[in-house]
Nanobody, 126 residues
């Protein structure tokens, strides 16, 4: 049984940093497609970042480019999203998603991900 669990969310001030973690069990991430998405109240879920473990390919949505970094800890089968220079508009529930589809790239479309976590809330406010 595959389980995806996010953690690390919280309340921070503008300009602060935060690291989200996504722990995956029952699923080998070696060749996986991995994505982070977020959803603010009243807004559709949006793609944030993705990576492909096997190729190391990474991609970011425009609003987070240069501020967020996606990475993987192979030993712990954990995915991280490092978020720097946080802004109030980054406030949202953040979701991790994984999929075993083959390929070298990753996807910004949530329909391409099979397993999802329940989300962790990030609130950026002064």
């Amino acid at each position: 049984q595959v389980q995806v669990v996010e953690s690390g969310g919280g309340l921070v001030q503008p300009g602060d940093s935060l690291r989200l973690s996504c722990t995956v069990s029952g699923f080998n991430l070696d060749a996986a497609r991995i994505g982070w998405f977020r959803q603010a109240p009243g807004v559709e879920r949006q793609w944030v970042s993705c990576m492909r473990s096997s190729s190391g390919f990474r991609d970011y949505a425009g609003p987070v480019q240069g501020r967020f970094t996606i990475s993987r800890d192979n030993a712990k089968n954990t995915i991280s999203l490092r978020m720097d220079s946080l802004k109030p508009e980054d406030t949202a529930a953040y979701f991790c998603a994984v999929d075993m589809s083959t390929g070298a790239g990753c996807s910004w479309d949530e329909i391409d991900y099979t397993y999802w976590g329940q989300g962790t809330q990030v609130t950026v406010s002064s």
